[in-house]
């Protein structure tokens, strides 16, 4: 086994084992949470990262590590971890089932490998840089699958998710420019998802349920896991600064990118 089949193999067990935690707590109701203006922090967090970190520390103890919830850890060599125990706390905590455990490992920076699980549906995604993503071990695409998007580059019945990052509501110019970005969006496409789970509405675009997705100043727990799964999916994608499309083809991308360039913001 090389170094990074040892890496994508612990990113997945760290994942299920974050997801098993989720999912028994799911399953007996334990949504404890505390609620804020603009966010929401469940006791699951805690509990679903305490079952993730050790798989990787005890696996890999000189890699660095940010876990969303204990911080970061110091390690050397070119490998860092990110560990999100529940991404969709929100959802967790109105018993939605779309929530999901995820882990990135970045290598020198980049992306290397993301592994996603839903606990809720028992569905798992895992992405390598160079190897493509798989869905429950079988490997998918975003052009497998366009669903009510129609032909290419016609997204009048496109669905489109929409991610910005935790900061965006509490900076009212950010919030404005999220919220011009939405309605040109609905002007042009059938509809647009408001994305309180990145990692699984990234997950749908990887193989094709989901049209077009956007990141707007996403959080880095959920960036490098969006990214990855879109382009070892083969989609298209574009970004400037901190505004980033991916869409399940060149012309869906196209149509998309001039409608948020034309939004008024």
């Known amino acids: 086994m090389s170094d990074h089949d040892q890496i994508q193999a612990v990113a997945r067990a760290a994942a ?3 997801g098993a935690e989720l999912r ?3 399953r007996d109701g334990d949504t404890e949470a505390e609620y804020g203006a603009h966010d929401v922090k469940a006791a699951a967090d805690v509990a679903a990262e305490s079952r993730m970190l050790p798989v990787v520390r005890g696996a890999f103890p000189d890699h660095a590590v940010f876990a969303e919830e ?16 529940l991404d969709g706390t929100n959802d967790f905590a109105a018993g939605l089932p779309t929530f999901a455990s995820s882990v990135a490992v970045l290598r020198d920076g980049e992306p290397l490998v993301a592994a996603v699980h839903q606990p809720a549906t028992g569905e798992t995604y895992v ?7 798989r869905y429950d071990g079988d ?10 998007g129609g ?6 019945g496109a669905t489109v998710a929409v991610i910005v990052g935790r900061d965006v509501p509490r900076d009212a110019t950010l919030a404005a420019e999220a919220d011009a970005l939405r309605a040109a969006l609905g002007d042009r496409v059938k509809r647009v998802l408001d994305s309180w789970a990145p990692t699984v509405h990234s997950g749908l675009l990887a193989r094709g349920r989901l049209q077009g997705l956007v990141q707007f100043h996403p959080d880095e727990e959920e960036q490098a896991v969006t990214e990855l ?8 994608v574009r970004r400037d600064e901190d505004l980033y499309v991916a869409a399940t083809d060149e012309a869906t991308l196209a149509e998309l990118w ?3 360039e034309d939004a008024d913001r």
């Open 16 to 18: 299920l084992a974050g």
């Open 24 to 26: 028994a707590r799911y």
């Open 70 to 85: 204990a911080g970061e850890f110091a390690g050397d060599g070119p490998y860092r971890w990110i560990i999100d125990p």
């Open 127 to 133: 992405a390598r840089a160079g190897e493509g993503v």
């Open 139 to 148: 490997r998918v695409a975003a052009a497998d699958a366009r669903g009510a």
């Open 151 to 156: 032909a290419e580059g016609d997204v009048a």
């Open 229 to 236: 799964l879109a382009s070892e999916a083969g989609a298209a």
């Open 258 to 260: 001039s409608t948020l």
